[in-house]
């Protein structure tokens, strides 16, 4: 697939996304700045790899109008807002910058920023139980995906696996990522799949696929901690090693990073083999080792 067309497709997605996400928590409420701070968060330019991904999967089950799937896939964007939103907080790894941008506690405060994570992540579940065009057991799949993904053995476990002290082997620096990265990507398209009711040879490869995309984005992401531009990075360069965390950069090297990046991108795209029509995902993965955002 060349540029233009991933573009294309990317951004169609993609502005799909924003104008669904963009008609959330608009409504008039005596509570205070709760909205705002959850809008502030939700609209403020993330590159929705995660919904983007949950509609392709789908459209790839077979779910003719992928539409159809933008509650599925704006579910897990509000899930992975609120975990950034609660990431940042001064308890948790107290950053002042997100996307370029002040964090929302630093904007609207520490009770509320929290209390904006616990309202979109509740949220997230309404949205999956009222999709006008789903049907129950789509509904079920789902929530029982997000809910695995996110909860006490996943992506929380992995932030609890970062924040405290367990070591970092490449064992267990494996597992922490898995956990708070991977999951929540391999959702990603168990969404997708859900949505269409896909067939096990496409749940299979994409899900695969995205759990190594998932490793090399998170292998990426240590390497622009390091190497990254401060500015299209959109958060301070070197805060890991300020924050005192071991990375896979100081585990593999910056060359050893890039060369694991290529190699799971390049196992990622061969188990998409035996499924047709795979080439949007083939070029969202090289592109995605090649981000510098
Ligand atoms: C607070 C329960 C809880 C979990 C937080 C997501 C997370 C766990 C921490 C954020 C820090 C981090 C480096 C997480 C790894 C996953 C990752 C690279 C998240 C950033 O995802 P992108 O790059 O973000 O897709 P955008 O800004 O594009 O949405």
Known sequence: MDDKLFEKRYET??????????????????????????????LSGGKRVRPVLTLEVARLGGLRNWRRALPFACALELVHTYSLIHDDLPCMDDDALRRGKPTNHAVYGETMATLAGDALQAEAYGLIANALKLG??????????????????G????????????????????????????????????????ASNASSEVCNATQTYASLLGLAFQIQDDLLDVIGDEETFGKPIGSDKEEGKTTFVDLLGVDGCREEVRRLTAEAVEAL?????????????????????
Not at 27 to 41: F, Q
Not at 143 to 150: F, G, P, Q
Not at 273 to 293: C, P, W
């Open 273 to 293: 083999h035996g499924v047709e029509d795979t080439a949007f995902l083939e070029r969202l993965a090289l592109n995605l080792a090649e981000r510098t955002k």
């Open 136 to 153: 129950t057991r789509a509904k079920v799949n789902a929530v029982a995906s997000l809910s695995w993904a996110s909860g006490a053995n």
């Open 13 to 42: 997605y993609r502005e799909a996304v924003e104008a669904y996400l963009n008609r959330l928590f608009l409504g008039d409420y005596p509570w205070g700045k709760l909205h705002e701070s959850m809008r502030y968060s939700l």
């Open 155 to 194: 992506m929380v476990a992995g932030q609890v696996l970062d924040l405290t002290d367990f070591g970092r082997d490449r064992w267990t620096l494996t597992m922490l990522c898995d956990k708070k990265t991977c999951f929540m990507i391999k959702c990603a398209a168990e969404l997708g799949c859900a």
